[in-house]
């Protein structure tokens, strides 16, 4: 597997510009350290950053996607 773009860990910078509106997976606070990712979900806005273990990879697409996203969409084909 590549090292991915979409993948970085939480940084001061990156706390303050995304903590406002915090985690849109599971709704917490990101804390300093935290490894990231940017997916795409069930919320509106596009790809967003969550915490990298509430979501998958989708090697078709090389995107990753929030988790139950990921399961509805797979549910649903
Ligand atoms: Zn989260």
């Not at 709704?27 to 990712?37: E, N, Q, Y």
């Not at 915490?51 to 090389?62: C, K, Q, R």
Request: with cysteine.
């Amino acid at each position: 597997m590549k090292n991915n773009r979409q993948r970085f860990i939480m940084d001061l910078e990156r706390l303050n510009r995304f903590n406002s509106q915090g985690c849109p997976a599971c709704g917490r606070k990101f804390s300093l350290g935290d490894p990231v990712v940017v997916a795409c979900g069930a919320w509106e806005g596009g790809a967003k950053v969550v915490h990298e273990n509430e979501a998958v990879l989708d090697y078709s697409t090389g995107q990753y996607v929030e988790r139950r996203c990921y399961a509805a969409r797979s549910g649903a084909v």
